[in-house]
């Protein structure tokens, strides 16, 4: 979902992280604007709004780039940096703004001119040179501000702004440009900065650190790939040691400390990747042209060893997982998916070094020792549901398989628990009895078996914090639907009971249809398969072909399809059980008791008949599984 937050074409975008609703926002010739999402207002608090289009750098009072960079002060909301070819500071949410520093760039009047010619003249901002380009204070020590130009310069205050020191690094070329100064979230005097040069025909890669303030820096591009120019460095504050940079071609990654780089490819295309942002457990890749991407849960690249490379397999301790449901939307022919949201559920990641040589499973055990989910590298074998079923069709989930190819996996445990044993090819004319409830809160134990290692870790799942809903209403809402799911698969294993009798009967029939001695028999047969036949009729609906014949069809939705709907509709909310509810419930669980009497009472006199005579016959009697 994406709405406009003021600024404009080229700006960078600041929100504030102590009030998500407020966002500021740049644009060329120094436009900067406060968004307010409460008013859906933006507000200009340009330091000197004068309007420079048309106008050579030479006329402008302050040199403003077209992304002049934005910053706000990790130790106060409220204070904003913005930058020209001097240093500005705003400390009342940009009512007012004072200059912080002398001119820090190069200040080279040759490249300060009115652009375009002989016919036409080019000057949106874009021209502007000698300005400041990157911003940073440090998070550790408040008042140690990083600043970079576009003309390959870097400055340092450690006062908050009172006095300033040209702290380049040497072996950066003169006409570089700045592009991101990265302070270390764990030490003030460290910092990494990234440069570029490629408009001078200078494609390698420039990253430099320092750890005392600039007096000396050390290259960290070195097993970088040499033709692919720098955008971007972001540290982890979750991990010392842990860097990611964006490059012309993607984001690498180091974890230790840029001694050395992988690539973190995966399904990212190849592109500019122009920013990063690590967010909670995840990385945040903003690219140029080719949408913004997250790459979910980061753990497994923190906790990556050489010797859990070195193990046949290693399972990594996963983050608590919030217990909360996607919002549902309507899905259409003609709806284009912009992107997707993160996985529902808990983020586990194991390595493999091989191929296992047999399947590996996955076991979810509660706190009372249950075991509520059983997932497999096998997939589970289901009856293929016919063209015209759609999503009516319970047939149309499947459990999730686990991957078995060598490397690091991911793999999503939804927080649900087994659903219901189901009737085979039955119809439901509303809801899906495979799909499990939502685990309640609480710790489970999750047992991955691979070949001969049972490799445990403990997940914490969390309440969604905006459920509202007191654990002993969850606790009873969980009870009803554990009742209501083991009554369908009461009823389920009821019917694939009959019906494996009933083919038994008819492999049968035709075995015995000459026999003269074996009429008696078959005739007994055939009088208890109209029984089981009008029994299975009181179960569910046995001639519905596709869901919708159970509207279709006189008689309406049975049991089976009742007690499907009175699960559904605890599926999909956190919240007090009905008085409705629990009385339709009742009404039907009374229907259940019937039909399962009758099922008992067909065995205990019909099938017991038929078998006696099929013991005068020689023959075996019929089996119920």
């Not at 780089?261 to 945040?284: I, S």
């Not at 919708?548 to 007090?576: C, F, M, N, T």
Request: a neutral charge; proline letters at 7%; hydrophobic letters at 35%.
């Amino acid at each position: 979902d994406w709405w406009i937050v003021g600024g404009g074409e080229a700006g960078h975008v600041v929100p504030d992280p102590s009030d998500p609703n407020i966002i500021y926002a740049g644009e060329y010739g120094g436009y900067i604007s406060r968004y307010d999402r409460r008013t859906r207002q933006a507000q200009n608090i340009s330091i000197y709004p004068f309007n420079p289009s048309g106008h050579g750098a030479e006329d402008l009072k302050y040199r403003f780039q077209w992304t002049a960079p934005i910053a706000l002060s990790p130790h106060d909301a409220k204070t904003i940096y913005h930058g020209a070819n001097v240093l500005f500071r705003s400390t009342d949410a940009g009512k007012t703004w004072a200059p912080l520093s002398p001119d820090l760039t190069r200040n080279e009047k040759s490249k300060q001119k009115w652009s375009g010619g002989p016919i036409t003249g080019d000057n949106t901002g874009v021209e502007v040179y000698c300005t400041l380009f990157a911003i940073a204070e440090s998070p550790k020590e408040k008042g140690v501000i990083w600043v970079g130009s576009d003309d390959g310069l870097v400055h340092l205050s450690r006062d908050g702004g009172k006095s300033w020191n040209n702290v380049t690094p040497r072996g950066l070329p003169e006409w570089a440009t700045i592009l991101c100064i990265e302070p270390s979230p764990f030490e003030a005097g460290t910092a990494y900065v990234v440069a570029e040069n490629h408009r001078q025909d200078d494609m390698k890669p420039y990253l430099f650190r320092t750890t005392n303030h600039g007096k000396t820096w050390q290259t960290l591009s070195g097993t970088l790939p040499q033709d692919v120019y720098l955008h971007v460095v972001r540290t982890d504050p979750a991990a010392r040691g842990m860097l990611y940079v964006g490059h012309e071609r993607g984001v690498a990654f180091s974890s230790d400390d840029g001694a050395t780089w992988e690539q973190l490819k995966l399904n990212l295309p190849t592109v500019a990747v122009t920013d990063l942002k690590v967010k909670g457990n995840d990385l945040v890749v903003g690219t140029m042209g080719r949408s913004v991407w997250i790459l979910d849960e980061i753990t497994p690249l923190r906790q990556m060893t050489p010797q859990i490379l070195a193990k046949k397999a290693h399972f990594f301790p996963p983050v608590a997982a919030i217990r909360y449901r996607h919002e549902g939307r309507l899905e259409t022919p003609f709806r284009v998916e912009e992107g997707k949201n993160p996985p529902e559920g808990a983020i586990l990641h194991y390595y493999l070094k091989e191929k296992p040589a047999k399947k590996i499973t996955l076991e979810v055990v509660d706190a009372r020792g249950t075991v509520v989910q059983t997932l497999s590298s096998e997939e589970e074998h289901q009856e293929t549901p016919p063209q015209d079923e759609g999503a009516y069709s319970e047939d149309t989930f499947k459990k999730p398989v686990l991957p078995t190819q060598p490397g690091l996996h991911r793999f999503e445990w939804d927080l649900r628990e087994r659903g219901a044993t189901v009737i085979k090819g039955a119809k439901v004319d509303t809801g899906n009895p495979r799909i499990g409830p939502l685990v309640p809160p609480g710790t489970y134990t999750l047992k991955l078996t691979v070949g001969d290692q049972v490799l445990e870790e403990k997940v914490e799942v969390k309440l969604d914090p905006r459920v509202k809903v007191a654990p002993e209403v969850l606790a009873e809402q969980y009870r009803a639907i554990a009742q209501v799911r083991e009554s369908i698969s009461k009823l389920a294993a009821s019917v694939n009971q009959l019906r494996a009798l009933k083919a038994q009967v008819k492999a049968r029939e035709e075995l015995l249809k000459d026999r003269a001695a074996a009429k008696p028999l078959l005739d007994a047969e055939k009088e208890l398969v109209k029984k089981l036949d009008a029994l299975e009729a009181e179960m569910h609906n046995p001639r519905a072909k596709v869901p919708y014949d159970i509207l279709a069809q006189r008689g309406g939705a049975k049991l089976y399809s009742q007690l499907v709907w009175l699960y559904e509709q605890l599926l999909e909310h956190d919240g007090p059980v009905t008085q409705g509810w629990k009385e339709t419930y009742a009404e039907q669980s009374g229907h259940l008791r019937t039909v399962q009497e009758k099922w008992q009472n067909l065995l205990g006199k019909e099938v017991a008949a038929v078998n006696a005579l099929a013991r005068k016959l020689d023959l075996p009697g019929l089996i119920v599984p």
